[in-house]
């Protein structure tokens, strides 16, 4: 069982940026793809990026393509995803995942485990 804890929301105006980790442990965090993705309310959740187990790919939703970027340290067992010029449509609570056959993929169901989710509010 790997557990995944999300940090680093909070409330930030339109414009503003905000970096997220997720800190892994209870398995090989190195073993795995990591994705990130959010949920507004009353809106399903949505694909926000993915990247492999050595960093060296990375998937982005075109929504959040050159304003957000995914990245980890295998060295610490955390992945993290900096948003820049934020916008108030990018309010979600924000999830990160953990896929143990490595796929970058966009498709939430192919991610094994989940973190409980932190709150992004991007709002005057």
């Known amino acids: 069982q790997m557990q995944l804890v999300e940090s680093g929301g909070g409330l930030v105006q339109p414009g503003g940026s905000l970096r997220l980790s997720c800190a892994a442990s209870?398995?090989?965090?190195?073993?795995?793809?990591m994705g990130w993705f959010r949920q507004a309310p009353g809106k399903e959740r949505e694909f926000v990026g993915a990247?492999?187990?050595?960093?060296?790919?990375?998937n982005y939703a075109d929504s959040v393509k050159d304003r957000f970027t995914i990245s980890r340290d295998n060295a610490k067992n955390t992945v993290y995803l900096q948003m820049n010029s934020l916008k108030p449509e990018d309010t979600a609570v924000y999830y990160c995942?953990?896929?143990?056959?490595?796929?970058?993929?966009?498709?939430?169901?192919?991610?094994?485990?989940w973190g409980q989710g932190t709150q992004v509010t991007v709002s005057l």
């Open positions: 995942a953990a896929d143990t056959l490595n796929r970058v993929s966009s498709s939430w169901g192919r991610f094994d485990y």
């Open positions: 209870g398995r090989t965090f190195s073993s795995y793809a």
């Open positions: 990247i492999s187990k050595s960093g060296g790919r990375t």
